[in-house]
Nanobody, 127 residues
Framework: QVQLVESGGGLVQAGGSLRLSCAAS????????MGWFRQAPGQERDFVAA????????YYANSVQGRFTISRDNAKNTVYLQVNSLKPEDTAGYYC????????????????????WGQGTQVTVSS
């Protein structure tokens, strides 16, 4: 099992930036594909970004492509989400997710493919 703890959220003006972090417990972090999802009040949880076990493959939702960057440091058991050029519509709770299963293609963006979830960190963007 793995436990995930997100941090780095906050209140920021439109156009600003944040760096979200997700720290994972355990010694097998490199075996997990990691993803970020977000959920605004009253809306479904949406895919944001994902990164393969070794970090060589990156996946992004169209809405964040070019503004957000996912990365990981397997030595620190941490995955990051750099969020730039923030817009009010980016306001949401941001959740880190992990899966040890082998997934590919569009499954990277499928929340059902992930087994472990953090509690989330809130990002609020003011206009």
């Amino acid at each position: 099992q793995v436990q995930l703890v997100e941090s780095g959220g906050g209140l920021v003006q439109a156009g600003g930036s944040l760096r979200l972090s997700c720290a994972a417990s355990g010694r097998t972090f490199s075996r997990y594909t990691m993803g970020w999802f977000r959920q605004a009040p009253g809306q479904e949880r949406d895919f944001v970004a994902a990164i393969s076990r070794g970090g060589s493959s990156l996946y992004y939702a169209n809405s964040v492509q070019g503004r957000f960057t996912i990365s990981r440091d397997n030595a620190k058991n941490t995955v990051y989400l750099q969020v730039n050029s923030l817009k009010p519509e980016d306001t949401a709770g941001y959740y880190c997710a992990a899966t040890a299963s082998i997934i590919s293609g569009r499954d990277y963006g499928n929340s059902d493919a992930y087994n472990y979830w953090g509690q989330g960190t809130q990002v609020t963007v003011s206009s």
